[in-house]
């Protein structure tokens, strides 16, 4: 019974101790105007390996210019996997960016897997300036007449903008929208965004979406627009992004040596092993 207690009392003190598994990224690396068909070397970074920690990437991207500039860096760990994107179209000409926010914990370098997986020719071949050019031409009147404009719900002056937010929650079994075109007029200048779309991927295939549409032509909120435009936007724009790394059942895995870490856990069971044998010797 003594030897008994004396393992219990072994794997209590030993199991205090919970490592988790070491996790390498970039760290602090920031980097300027990459051609968006172009792969970023591993080495170009410092690398950091900690525990209980994630990837972190953020890039913007301008497809005007064809550049990528972000930054790389390692954070303490809240979650398996986040991939948020958001994209603004301005009424200045050609002025279309997108801002990606992603973190990773499923694997060593997972920051640079995801951003050499989107910055191939595919991305560099999407024409955005030519969908914001359709979508100004839909909602946008650049020398409007001095009349009142005619809102889904209200009359805007003549310089100012009728305005709609647009959400929606989308799931392997509902889909979702909430469309509001009740918000005030607004003014805004060429340098403002006219659409602003904000995408949010969770696991479990989980999609949130949420656009603020601004316009100046009659009856260009009402929801049949909105609708429209959204669906047109998710028809011609799309980041060709790697959703399946937001999957739950992703399974962890390492390419570096063994970590600290790590031969700390095998040190630790292999000396409840060694104790064992030792107390029914």
């Given at each position: 019974?003594?030897?008994?207690?004396?393992?219990f009392?072994?794997?209590?003190?030993?199991?205090?101790?919970?490592?988790?598994e070491c996790?390498?990224?970039?760290?602090?690396?920031?980097f300027?105007a990459?051609?968006?068909?172009v792969s970023?070397?591993?080495?170009v970074c410092?690398?950091?390996?900690?525990?209980?920690a994630?990837c972190s990437?953020i890039?913007v991207?301008?497809f005007?210019?064809q550049?990528?500039?972000g930054?790389?860096?390692?954070?303490?760990?809240?979650?398996?996997a986040s991939?948020?994107?958001?994209?603004?179209f301005k009424?200045k000409?050609?002025?279309?960016?997108s801002?990606?926010w992603y973190?990773?914990?499923?694997s060593?370098?997972c920051?640079f897997?995801?951003?050499?997986e989107?910055?191939?020719?595919?991305?560099?071949?999407?024409?955005?300036?030519s969908?914001?050019q359709?979508?100004?031409?839909?909602l946008?009147?650049?020398i409007?007449s001095?009349i009142?404009?005619?809102?889904?719900n209200r009359?805007?002056s003549w310089?100012s903008?009728?305005?709609?937010?647009?959400?929606n929650?989308?799931?392997?079994?509902?889909?979702?929208?909430y469309?509001?075109?009740?918000?005030p007029c607004?003014?805004?200048?060429?340098?403002?965004?006219?659409?602003?779309?904000?995408?949010?991927?969770?696991?479990?295939?989980?999609?949130?979406?949420?656009?603020?549409m601004?316009?100046n032509?009659?009856?260009?909120?009402?929801?049949n627009?909105?609708?429209?435009?959204?669906?047109?936007?998710q028809?011609?724009?799309t980041?060709?992004?790697?959703?399946?790394?937001?999957?739950?059942?992703t399974t962890?895995?390492?390419?570096?040596?063994?970590?600290?870490?790590s031969?700390?856990i095998l040190?630790?069971?292999?000396f409840?092993?060694?104790?064992?044998?030792?107390?029914f010797?």
């Amino acid at each position: 019974m003594m030897k008994l207690f004396g393992i219990f009392v072994l794997v209590f003190l030993l199991d205090k101790g919970n490592f988790i598994e070491c996790l390498r990224c970039a760290y602090d690396c920031p980097f300027v105007a990459f051609p968006l068909n172009v792969s970023i070397p591993i080495n170009v970074c410092k690398h950091q390996e900690r525990d209980n920690a994630q990837c972190s990437v953020i890039l913007v991207i301008d497809f005007e210019s064809q550049l990528v500039s972000g930054v790389l860096n390692i954070e303490n760990r809240y979650a398996i996997a986040s991939l948020k994107t958001e994209t603004k179209f301005k009424l200045k000409s050609n002025s279309v960016i997108s801002t990606i926010w992603y973190t990773c914990t499923m694997s060593d370098f997972c920051d640079f897997e995801f951003i050499n997986e989107l910055l191939t020719n595919k991305l560099a071949q999407i024409n955005a300036t030519s969908l914001q050019q359709k979508l100004i031409d839909f909602l946008y009147t650049p020398i409007p007449s001095q009349i009142n404009i005619q809102c889904s719900n209200r009359l805007c002056s003549w310089n100012s903008f009728c305005q709609s937010d647009f959400r929606n929650i989308f799931t392997p079994q509902y889909n979702y929208t909430y469309i509001d075109g009740t918000l005030p007029c607004i003014q805004i200048s060429q340098n403002d965004q006219f659409i602003k779309i904000t995408q949010q991927y969770l696991p479990s295939a989980v999609q949130l979406s949420e656009m603020n549409m601004r316009c100046n032509v009659k009856q260009c909120n009402t929801d049949n627009i909105v609708s429209e435009v959204y669906t047109l936007i998710q028809n011609e724009f799309t980041l060709l992004l790697n959703y399946s790394i937001l999957n739950l059942n992703t399974t962890f895995t390492t390419t570096t040596s063994p970590s600290a870490a790590s031969l700390l856990i095998l040190s630790k069971y292999f000396f409840i092993f060694l104790s064992i044998i030792i107390l029914f010797a």
